[in-house]
């Protein structure tokens, strides 16, 4: 049986791509390879992180206050100072930090109304 073997890209609509691509570049460090995308390779990624597949239920609040139906994850390296970074680019921070065994999160509403979940990994799963 031929299997998944990982997630090859998060794929979305914009209302400007390469203005909220930029942002993203500015205020989170996305590398700058392309005004149209950004690859992130997994030597790049710190130990104990994964991509998580996880469908929700129709009527999870999870995502709440945005109002797509998706939500994406990037991984971090300092936590509090990416939320700095993207508060002081004008994104809405959203509730407050969790911490868990397995490492930090944090919420934004991005440019463009999506939420965003931003997680520093501890090193253990």
């Known amino acids: 049986m031929a299997k998944a073997l990982g997630v090859g890209g998060i794929f979305f609509k914009s209302k400007d791509p390469k203005a909220l691509l930029a942002w993203y570049q500015t205020h989170l460090g996305l590398p700058s390879e392309s005004s149209e995308y ?63 065994d397995y490492g930090r999160f944090g919420w934004f509403i991005d440019p463009d109304g999506n939420k965003v979940e931003l997680w520093q990994p501890s090193g253990k799963l």
């Open 38 to 100: 950004v690859s992130f390779t997994p030597a790049a990624l710190p130990e104990g992180s994964c991509t998580v597949f996880s469908p929700f239920k129709a009527d999870s609040a999870y995502f709440s206050p945005s109002k797509r139906e998706f939500m994406f994850n990037l991984i971090v390296d300092d936590l509090d100072g990416a939320l700095a970074q993207v508060k002081t680019g004008g994104a809405e921070l959203v509730g407050g930090t969790q911490d868990f």
